[in-house]
């Protein structure tokens, strides 16, 4: 008897207290819908709904990842240039034509690019652990390798897909749909899903919210803090590389402004959705919550007046401050 | 105390303070006159702090009224209390260490001299403000390289610096050595003498039978009493705080007759903090390491366990092992419980359950995943075995008090059913209630068959439970003392290195 009212009690009071930082993305969401139907009619249309979930798949796959590294209490500011890197090597990779026929020439590649992303983020994760250097400063490096490593694949120019029937044969991955649903948001829900799964229900998620929460802590406890640090720059380099499998067919080329400021939409959809800066709390549907709300506000500029479109960027900028003012505010009020 | 019938310098009439639906404090009423120290005794959990933070600004009350002069205010914060006289020395160090001591003494109201800062009078400033605690730093020095005892004179030197009608001082010795406490002791009655009011709080009761004019003791967030602290002794100040008689905080013993020894060090070097330090530790036995704070004894086993980089021999059951990270000497059945549970024991952001299963994650694996419902009776386990008190399972470890904050450790570390355990400090800043079950639990792990190292700078604690007591100093294991020999003044004599002379004077004087 005693114990159902402490029970009840407990779940009132996390209710109460845990949940504000939670619900706000989400609630910052449903008003954007509001405010998008009010300025254009067309805005709650399926078509747009479903165009605008579907643009946001990149940096919703590669802002999962984040939350992983950002959780661990690292960073990475690599994301957009690895990106245009993974994406310049697959198609590279796939004009070279070494493989007979369309599905296993895709799959390779595919294969390949996730090998690419993977080992990229190893190179970040390693740095940062072994070589002990701030992931800011070393992330910042590997993005000016990577960009231009891209830039040198490509001659200064872009990289295109040059195998007409092999780019018909990918199209559908970006622009075909399942029962009504786009791909990407499949891949959108796929990728979320299994990072849920990762980093709330297994050890190894429990041990990245330790590692951010205190490193010393999780040493002392004997958890290999290195191993879990680098393995979340991995995930983040996987994520990458499954947005690029999104990307390529969109336009079948990489360019030199291929994933360009992808760093700061991921970031800032990671912090939207209400993850901690320094470690400790990871929210990964918040995070895909967060990438959402970048695309509509991009969306809602189209669509009205009120702004230049070309301020896109600007407005993101903002958003990320104002999200970080609200945390803070959130955290006061507890 | 001289009673003027002026009214009290600051009063609490009727406060209480409610977390939630959960009352921490309730209806306590506290005079403090201009000229008296007044020390606040309880349990962990009393609602001391809580108290504390209350009448420093930090917190606002429920109920109740805080009157300064007899009229009553509303503080707005703990600036607000600072410019109306109320300082507060905080326990934890709030210190920038990059900063020199005189810059940090004068952080945020450093001295000007038109654009720029005038370093020269503000270390002539701070150099004063630290000699007249009786110690001697140099005021350019980085508070980086201070030791912890520094540190904590350093802040009190910061906070008297405002001018102050009331001094608070949240249990300010608990990592001093006997000397700096003596003359911070000493700094207290000057305060005292210059007619401002003074809080003490503090764990240690000869301390407060020394300074205090009077006795406030809490128990469960409620006023037990007040009572003037002559004819009040420390046995009867822990028997109001607890509630019952304590005259037994440590528990019976037989020390081990095991011949066999479980750990074997030898050669020993810890770079920069132990030289070539060797001993053994026999099955069943509690062994405990003594000296000054600084000695080493953490560092040395932090080294054996493999959480530093050290060099020597390791026999456990008689066969060599090597650990080169501290997963290896934990699953050989060796756990170790950091002194700074705050710091490295506990991460106390998040709950209950996610701290207690941390280091035995694997237990907790059905497959790929956390089997939470299994977690989740292990924390119900742990808080009846253990005793952790706590209002509800969904606090974060930060939110528990400090002794219950060790009992979690505690429970976490017991989850590897260890055979070897090394505890640092296991009492620092715990009520003595805590104390005594700390004390039990580990004379229970002894009895039944592990091996227990304790670490502690308080003598009468590892006098009290161990069987064997070996003695630091700069690095070097100086010495064992057993049985007979067993006694303060034989540990200060290994432990400072200073002739025994000497040592029965520091001893007198403490």
């Known amino acids: ?334 | 105390m001289v009673t003027t019938g002026k009214p009290p310098l600051l009063e609490a009439a009727g406060i209480s303070k409610s977390f939630g639906p959960v009352e921490v404090l309730g209806d306590i009423n506290l005079a403090l006159e201009p000229g008296e120290v007044h020390a606040i005794i309880g349990e962990n959990g009393a609602g001391k702090s809580t108290l504390m933070k209350i009448l420093a600004g930090h917190l606002a009350p429920t109920k109740g009224e805080l009157k300064i002069d007899g009229t009553p205010v509303v503080m707005a914060g703990p600036v607000d209390a600072e410019h109306r006289g109320i300082v507060l020395v905080h326990q934890e160090i709030l210190l920038a260490p990059d900063l020199t001591v005189a810059q940090n003494i004068y952080l945020g109201r450093e001295i000007r001299k038109g654009l720029s800062v005038d370093d020269k009078a503000m270390n002539k400033g701070a150099a004063e403000a630290v000699r007249a605690l009786g110690i001697d730093i140099d005021p350019n020095i980085v508070v980086g390289r201070l030791s912890i005892a520094q540190r904590q004179l350093v802040q009190i030197a910061r906070a008297l610096l405002v001018p102050h009608r009331v001094v608070i001082f949240d249990e300010p010795t608990a990592s001093l050595t006997l000397t700096e406490t003596d003359a911070l002791l000493r700094v207290i009655l000057d305060i005292k003498k210059k007619g401002a009011a003074v809080l003490y709080i503090s764990h240690r009761l000869p301390e407060v039978k020394e300074i205090a004019d009077r006795v406030t003791v809490l128990r469960d967030g409620k006023l037990i009493t007040t009572r003037p602290a002559e004819g009040l002794e420390p046995v009867d100040m822990a028997r109001l705080m607890v509630g019952r008689d304590v005259a037994k905080l440590y528990p019976d013993r037989v020390a081990t007759q095991a011949v066999d020894y479980a750990l074997e060090v030898e050669g020993m070097d810890v770079p920069g903090y132990a030289h070539k330090a060797s001993f053994r530790l026999k099955q069943g036995e509690i062994l405990g390491f003594a000296g000054l704070v600084g000695a080493g004894r953490t560092e040395l086993l932090e080294g054996v366990v493999g959480l530093r980089s050290a060099h020597g021999k390791v026999k456990l059951n008689g066969k060599p092992v090597h650990f080169v990270t501290v997963r290896d000497s934990m699953r050989a059945g060796i756990v170790y419980l950091s002194e700074d549970r705050k710091g490295k024991g506990l991460l106390l952001a998040q709950n209950l359950g996610i701290n207690l299963t941390l280091a035995a994650l694997g237990q907790f694996l059905r497959g790929m995943l956390i089997d939470r419902r299994k977690e989740a009776k292990a924390l119900d386990g742990a808080i009846a075995e253990f005793d952790i008190r706590t209002r509800s399972k969904d606090l974060l470890a930060g939110q528990l008090s400090g002794g219950n904050q060790q009992k979690l450790l505690l429970a976490k570390m017991m989850l590897l059913d260890p055979k070897i355990v090394i505890i640092d400090e296991p009492t620092r800043g715990i009520d003595i209630g805590t104390k005594e079950q700390i004390y039990k639990f580990i004379a229970e792990l002894a009895e039944s068959g592990k091996s227990v190292i304790v670490i502690s700078s308080e003598m009468q604690e590892v006098i009290g439970i161990c069987d064997r007591i070996l003695v630091m100093r700069n690095g070097h294991i100086v010495g064992e003392v057993t049985g007979e020999h067993m006694t303060e003044d034989e540990i200060v004599v290994l432990a400072t290195g200073v002739t025994s002379r000497e040592a029965a004077m520091t001893a007198a004087h403490a």
């Open chain 1, 1 to 334: 008897m005693t114990d159902t009212t402490a029970n009840k009690s407990a779940a009132r009071r996390s209710l109460g207290d845990i949940d504000l930082r939670a619900v706000a993305p989400f609630v910052a969401l449903a008003f954007l819908l509001v405010l998008g139907a009010l300025v254009n009619p067309n805005f709650l249309g399926v078509d747009n709904l479903l165009n605008v979930l579907t643009r946001s798949a990149f940096i919703a796959i590669i802002a999962v990842g984040a939350t992983f590294v950002i959780s661990a209490g690292g960073l990475d500011l690599s994301v957009g240039a690895m990106s245009a890197f993974v994406a310049g090597v697959m198609i590279l990779f796939m004009n070279t034509g070494v493989i007979e026929g369309q599905i296993p020439m895709l799959m390779v590649a595919m294969l390949l690019a996730v090998g690419v992303g993977a080992l990229c983020g190893l190179a970040n994760g390693v740095i940062t652990t072994a070589g002990r250097i701030e992931p800011f400063i070393v992330t910042l490096g590997t993005m000016g390798i990577f960009r231009a490593l891209t830039i040198y694949l490509a001659e200064g120019g872009s990289i295109a897909m040059k195998a007409p029937d092999l780019r018909a044969a990918y199209r559908p991955v970006y622009f075909g749909n399942l029962f009504g649903v786009p791909i990407p948001i499949l891949v959108i829900l796929a990728v979320a899903l299994i990072g849920a799964f990762l980093l709330y229900r297994t050890a190894f998620g429990r041990h990245v919210i330790a590692v951010g929460s205190n490193e010393d802590v999780a040493r002392y406890s004997g958890i290999p803090v290195n191993r879990v640090r680098t393995l979340t720059y991995v995930i983040q380099g996987v994520c990458v590389a499954i947005a690029v499998l999104v990307y390529v067919p969109r336009l079948g080329a990489a360019t030199p402004t291929t994933g360009l400021l992808w760093e700061l939409q991921a970031i800032t959809a990671v912090v939207i959705g209400g993850t901690a800066l320094k470690g400790g709390v990871g929210r990964i549907w918040g995070t895909v919550c967060g990438a959402l709300i970048l695309e509509v506000v991009g969306n809602i500029m189209v669509l009205s007046n009120f702004v230049s479109e070309y301020l896109i960027g600007a407005v993101q900028g903002a958003i990320i401050i104002i999200a970080m003012l609200v945390q803070r505010s959130l955290v006061r009020r507890r």
